[in-house]
């Protein structure tokens, strides 16, 4: 009984999704394997317009944005993609980290530290994500809030 139930609604999900969109994530893939990279991005966000449910086409758009060196991109699509399917929070802590040691590295620890709020308000459990807040805390002149 419970397969034929999973059957069903596995039949309503790929229902939803149109065509369309999956035949464009797949041209995107394509694409990315060609090396053509502004085609694949392009692909992948027509697909998640259209899909717009569809975590991992979130997902590989913020993947490829990343391997481009566009973190903060990446990190809006990783948090999309987390906030569709909570298996990609993991990722978009990860690439978040990332951004927020770009923007340290760079000295922009203005523009930082409310990346930094956001990111350690999203993964309060995360002790890396604390360091980075931190970091952001002590560069504005703000040591009391760092050490509470």
């Known amino acids: 009984m419970s397969c034929v139930l999973?059957?069903?609604c596995c039949g309503l999900l790929l229902a939803a999704e149109p065509p369309a969109a999956m035949s464009l994530a797949r041209q995107a893939y394509e694409h990315a394997r060609a090396g053509r990279v502004a085609e694949a991005l392009n692909g992948l966000r027509?697909?998640?317009?259209?899909?717009?449910?569809?975590?991992?086409?979130?997902?590989?758009?913020?993947?490829?944005?990343?391997?481009?060196?566009?973190?903060?991109?990446?990190?809006?699509?990783?948090?999309?993609?987390?906030?569709?399917?909570?298996?990609?929070?993991?990722?978009?802590?990860?690439?978040s980290l990332d951004w927020g040691a770009e923007l340290a590295r760079a000295g922009r620890f203005r523009t930082?530290?409310?990346?930094?709020?956001?990111t350690a308000a999203r993964f309060?459990?995360?002790?890396?994500?604390?360091?980075?807040?931190?970091l952001f805390l002590t560069r504005n002149q703000q040591n009391l809030a760092a050490v509470g």
Do not use: C, H
Not at 48 to 71: D, M, T
Not at 78 to 95: I, K, N, P, S
């Open 46 to 95: 027509e697909a998640a317009r259209l899909a717009p449910a569809n975590a991992l086409y979130r997902s590989a758009l913020g993947g490829l944005l990343e391997k481009q060196g566009r973190l903060e991109e990446a990190v809006q699509e990783f948090g999309a993609a987390a906030q569709l399917d909570a298996q990609f929070g993991q990722r978009w802590e990860t690439v």
């Open 6 to 8: 999973l059957s069903w």
């Open 112 to 118: 930082g530290l409310p990346f930094a709020r956001q």
């Open 124 to 134: 309060p459990e995360s002790s890396r994500v604390a360091i980075m807040w931190g």
